[in-house]
């Protein structure tokens, strides 16, 4: 039945496909592939919105905030996003990441103030969607640790591997006032937070080129 479904033309999700997908998610070989998605490309999201078919069946269903941000295809080509945050109108342009855009960036680099590279830490032990041979980071705490290794090491604290990251890409960077900030997608608060400190790192940026402070 799923082989079956045209997803694009989807625009309502019957009940019997809402059974075949909950059939389907239930399944030890689903479950398996699963728990080891690391190895091929698959949405974060995937989890939410499989474990909630049942509500989103509903006739009723209304989309939440969280429904709406979770909801992402990869950005190919390039796109522009014009917003207004403050009565300041800021022009931000997505360029993905695939490697066959790359030659088109330069074309958007005139006139640019700030870049900001977005890391998915999420992502650190899943191959690349380009070349299914290379690891995203190549990290040693992605190995078993030897039965020999005296030292006690911490178990899944999620602190200490965000630090060791975040220290991969300290040490690569040669301008150490460059701001790092962590942040998660579907917090529209940290989302903010970060924002306005973008603006505040553009404004200072501006105000310093004019000398004006």
């Excluded at 640019?112 to 040693?140: G, H, K, M």
């Amino acid at each position: 039945m799923i082989k079956e479904v045209e997803v694009d033309k989807v625009t309502v999700l019957e009940r019997k496909q809402a059974e075949a997908i909950k059939k389907l998610w239930e399944d030890p070989g689903i479950q398996e592939c699963y728990g080891r998605r690391i190895e091929y490309q698959l949405s974060d999201s995937a989890k939410y919105y499989l474990t909630d078919v049942d509500h989103i069946a509903m006739p009723s269903f209304v989309p939440t905030q969280q429904d709406i941000l979770r909801v992402r295809v990869p950005t190919t080509g390039i796109i522009e996003y014009p917003f207004d945050l403050e009565n300041i109108i800021f022009r931000m342009v997505d360029v993905g990441s695939q490697r066959s855009e790359r030659r088109k960036w330069i074309h958007y680099f005139e006139s640019v103030t700030s870049i900001i590279f977005l890391v998915a830490l999420s992502e650190y032990d899943q191959v690349l969607a380009e070349c299914d041979n290379e690891a995203y980071l190549d990290v040693t705490c992605n190995h078993p640790i030897h039965s020999s290794d005296p030292k006690p090491r911490p178990k899944q604290d999620v602190r200490a591997a965000r630090d060791f990251i975040l220290k991969l890409y300290q040490d690569h960077n040669p301008d150490k006032e460059k701001a790092i900030y962590f942040t998660c997608a579907t917090d529209t608060e940290n989302i903010r937070f970060v924002f306005a400190a973008v603006k505040d790192t553009i404004l200072q940026l501006n105000l310093k080129e004019f000398n004006l402070v």
